[in-house]
Each structure stands twice: as structure tokens, then as C-alpha cells.
């Protein structure tokens, strides 16, 4: 491009945004002629013009432009009147940038806001499901699809700004790009929301959350339908969180779908208290108490019943095992290794690590 097309393109460009340089050329020619510098009050007003400026969508580089072209039809021939009107377009341009980049701050703070009452709506249920399906949409989702939830705990809480959401959230947008994908934290924990039909998506999550927090643990809900389909699997996740701190699983990622089996005890507590006390009751009258049995019952079913791995992990003998078992087996009437019996025994394990069975001995 030619020189004389360049500066036609400059000129055309200072015309489009010529009201937020109103004023500059006559504050230009005075400070030249007098050598001062601009008041507060011609200041305060660049920088609200560079406010609006930022608001009607006008480019930074733009403003500049529109600034410099002004400059030039106003510069003073004589050389004492240069420098200050150098001087002086540099305090105003400086004065412009900085309301410019002040708006710019501002809808920031207002995109954060917008974004966090999203959130808190979304994973609570809180708004009208119309209403919520049409913001979703500025985020990229679409509630009317299914969609799935994983959430990840660390030692440490973490906010959005916070470099392990940003690494996680960097990692993300590198692998996958805007597809639909929300990254945000919650109550600490960093979260995901995907399309249920992107399972390699949450799995890509788990694995660089895992990493980022330095081996914490990441609950991945099921995809459930529909607007509240979100808040739905959240809630699963984070519940399969608490459980695995109550049952003290240590599993990095945790499948819902592949734990079904504890909420559904959980969910009849009288019933869950009752088999315990009944199968596994007789053990507190051991010596030493019902919780070196119970570890023996839970290391027993955790190895698929194979003694000599379950006396491993406990740090036994083998013979010292399976005396255990025969302690159990006596003070039951149930054999650990006698299928008809091996189930109801398992089953109240489980419910004695969700209901804390037995309080402190």
C-alpha cells in the first residue's frame, strides 16, 4: 500500500471515532503556545472519553490513530512549541489508554459477576429453566442436551483466578477449543460441565486436574438430560466425593455410574443400621474391639477374598489372617469364605464405612 493511501486510511479512520478526539486539537495548540501541562480537568476528561470509546466498541490502535491525525493537522511550526506539544499529546494519549483500559476492567468485572451468578444458578437450580437455558447459551452450553459434571478437590480450595484452574482451564482449551465446555470452581473445587456424549472430555479433565492439584481426587457424574440435568450430576459427583472420604476410597477418578451401590444402602438408614448391628454386632464383645476384624473383613473382600493378598496389605502373617477369619466366623455364625454368607458380610462392610460402624471403642 501506498504512503498517501495509508495516511487516506488513517484520516477515514480518525473521521469514524472523531468525537472521542473533540477538544484534543485546541488542548494541543494551547499547551504548545503556553508550555504547560494539562489540568486535572482536561485529563479527567480524556480519560472519560476513552471510557466511552471502549464502550462503543472502538479499537485502542483506532483511538491512537484518530489521536495522531489530530495531532498532525494541529502541530506548531515553531521548535519550543513542539516540545511541549509532544509533551503534551503524550499526557493526553496516556490519560485516553488509561480510561480505555479502565472500561475494559470494568466489563470484566461485570463478565465475572454475569458468569458466577450463571454458575450458582445453574448448579443450583435457582432460576427459571427457560431463562437459564437462554444464558446458558452465551456460554457455550446447550441445557437442552444431555450433559455430565466432574468435579476435582485438591488439599486446597481454588478459585477462578486461581494457576491451578488456569492450568487445568489452558489445558483444556488447547485440547479441546470452545466446544461447548464449561470450566469454572465451586465451594473450592474445580469443575467441568461437558456434553454427555463427550466422556474423552471429562476424562481429559479428570487426568490434568489430578496432575494440577498434586494428586487429588476427581468425582465424575452421570450425563443427565434436559436443564436440570447439570445440577443434577453435580450434586451426584460432589456426593460421591463425601462418600469417598467417609468410605476412604482413594481411587483418583470415581465413575458414579460404577457406585451406585452406596447411595442405594444409604438411602434406607434404619434398614443399613440394622443389618450391621445384626451381622457384624457380635464383633465388639472381641478383644481388642470390632475394629481389627473389620479391617480384616474389609482387606479380605478389597483383594476379591484372597487371604494371603489381604494379609499383605494387612501387614499379617497369613496364619495370623486366617485365624481372624475363624475368629469372625465364631462370634458370627458366618464364614467370610462361604458364598451364602459372604454377601450379607460384604454388604454390611459397606454400610459400616458409610454409617462410621463402630463409634469409638
Same mark, same amino acid.
Given at each position: 500500500?501506498?504512503?498517501?493511501?495509508?495516511?487516506?486510511?488513517?484520516?477515514?479512520?480518525?473521521?469514524?471515532?472523531?468525537?472521542?478526539?473533540?477538544?484534543?486539537?485546541?488542548i494541543?495548540?494551547?499547551?504548545?503556545? &503556553?508550555?504547560?501541562?494539562?489540568?486535572?480537568?482536561?485529563?479527567?476528561?480524556?480519560?472519560?472519553?476513552?471510557?466511552?470509546?471502549?464502550?462503543?466498541?472502538?479499537?485502542?490502535?483506532? =483511538?491512537?490513530?484518530?489521536?495522531?491525525?489530530?495531532?498532525?493537522?494541529?502541530?506548531?511550526?515553531?521548535p519550543?512549541?513542539?516540545?511541549?506539544?509532544?509533551?503534551? +499529546?503524550?499526557?493526553?494519549?496516556?490519560?485516553v489508554?488509561?480510561?480505555?483500559?479502565?472500561?475494559?476492567?470494568?466489563?470484566?468485572?461485570?463478565?465475572?459477576?454475569?458468569?458466577?451468578?450463571?454458575?450458582?444458578?445453574l448448579?443450583?437450580?435457582?432460576?427459571?429453566?427457560?431463562?437459564?437455558?437462554?444464558?446458558?447459551?452465551?456460554?457455550?452450553?446447550?441445557?437442552?442436551?444431555?450433559?455430565?459434571?466432574?468435579?476435582?478437590?485438591?488439599?486446597e480450595?481454588?478459585?477462578?483466578?486461581?494457576?491451578?484452574?488456569r492450568?487445568?482451564?489452558?489445558?483444556?482449551?488447547?485440547?479441546?477449543?470452545?466446544?461447548?465446555?464449561?470450566?469454572?470452581?465451586?465451594?473450592?473445587?474445580?469443575?467441568?460441565?461437558?456434553?454427555?456424549?463427550?466422556?474423552?472430555?471429562?476424562?481429559?479433565?479428570?487426568?490434568?486436574?489430578y496432575?494440577? &492439584?498434586?494428586?487429588?481426587?476427581?468425582?465424575?457424574g452421570?450425563?443427565?438430560? %434436559?436443564? %436440570?440435568?447439570?445440577?443434577?450430576?453435580?450434586?451426584?459427583?460432589?456426593?460421591?466425593?463425601?462418600?469417598?472420604?467417609?468410605?476412604?476410597?482413594?481411587?483418583?477418578?470415581?465413575?458414579?455410574?460404577?457406585?451406585?451401590?452406596?447411595?442405594?444402602?444409604?438411602?434406607?438408614?434404619?434398614?443399613?443400621?440394622?443389618?450391621?448391628?445384626?451381622?457384624? %454386632?457380635?464383633?465388639?464383645?472381641?478383644?481388642?474391639?470390632?475394629?481389627?476384624?473389620?479391617?480384616?473383613?474389609?482387606?479380605?473382600?478389597?483383594?476379591?477374598?484372597v487371604?494371603?493378598?489381604?494379609?499383605?496389605?494387612?501387614? =499379617?502373617?497369613?496364619?495370623?489372617?486366617?485365624?481372624?477369619?475363624?475368629?469372625?466366623?465364631?462370634? &458370627?455364625?458366618?464364614?467370610?469364605?462361604?458364598?451364602?454368607?459372604?454377601? +450379607?458380610?460384604?454388604?454390611?462392610?459397606?454400610?459400616?464405612?458409610? =454409617?462410621?460402624?463402630?463409634?469409638?471403642?
Open positions: 500500500m501506498a504512503v498517501d493511501e495509508m495516511s487516506d486510511t488513517n484520516v477515514e479512520s480518525a473521521e469514524s471515532v472523531g468525537e472521542y478526539v473533540g477538544g484534543f486539537a485546541g494541543l495548540a494551547d499547551v504548545a503556545a &503556553t508550555g504547560r501541562r494539562l489540568t486535572r480537568d482536561e485529563l479527567d476528561s480524556r480519560r472519560a472519553l476513552g471510557e466511552r470509546a471502549a464502550e462503543a466498541g472502538v479499537g485502542l490502535r483506532q =483511538l491512537v490513530d484518530a489521536h495522531l491525525v489530530a495531532a498532525r493537522a494541529a502541530w506548531p511550526s515553531s519550543g512549541g513542539q516540545d511541549s506539544a509532544l509533551a503534551g +499529546m503524550h499526557q493526553v494519549i496516556d490519560a489508554a488509561e480510561g480505555y483500559e479502565r472500561a475494559q476492567r470494568h466489563a470484566v468485572r461485570r463478565e465475572e459477576a454475569a458468569r458466577r451468578e450463571f454458575i450458582d444458578d448448579l443450583y437450580g435457582r432460576s427459571d429453566l427457560g431463562r437459564l437455558a437462554q444464558r446458558a447459551e452465551r456460554f457455550g452450553l446447550q441445557l437442552s442436551h444431555a450433559h455430565a459434571v466432574a468435579v476435582a478437590r485438591g488439599a480450595g481454588y478459585d477462578e483466578g486461581d494457576p491451578v484452574a492450568r487445568v482451564e489452558q489445558a483444556m482449551i488447547a485440547r479441546f477449543g470452545d466446544r461447548s465446555i464449561l470450566l469454572t470452581t465451586k465451594d473450592g473445587r474445580l469443575l467441568c460441565v461437558a456434553p454427555g456424549d463427550q466422556e474423552e472430555a471429562l476424562r481429559f479433565f479428570a487426568k490434568h486436574a496432575e494440577a &492439584t498434586d494428586g487429588g481426587q476427581v468425582a465424575i452421570r450425563a443427565q438430560p %434436559g436443564p %436440570g440435568g447439570v445440577v443434577q450430576s453435580y450434586e451426584e459427583a460432589v456426593s460421591i466425593l463425601d462418600l469417598a472420604e467417609r468410605m476412604e476410597l482413594d481411587q483418583p477418578v470415581l465413575h458414579a455410574a460404577d457406585l451406585l451401590v452406596y447411595p442405594v444402602l444409604a438411602r434406607d438408614r434404619q434398614a443399613l443400621t440394622d443389618l450391621v448391628t445384626h451381622a457384624l %454386632g457380635p464383633l465388639t464383645s472381641a478383644r481388642g474391639g470390632a475394629r481389627p476384624l473389620l479391617a480384616t473383613l474389609s482387606a479380605y473382600f478389597d483383594s476379591g477374598c487371604a494371603a493378598e489381604a494379609a499383605r496389605r494387612l501387614s =499379617l502373617s497369613v496364619r495370623a489372617f486366617t485365624y481372624r477369619l475363624e475368629r469372625i466366623r465364631q462370634l &458370627t455364625g458366618a464364614n467370610p469364605a462361604d458364598p451364602t454368607h459372604r454377601y +450379607m458380610l460384604q454388604t454390611a462392610v459397606i454400610g459400616a464405612r458409610l =454409617l462410621d460402624w463402630p463409634p469409638d471403642e
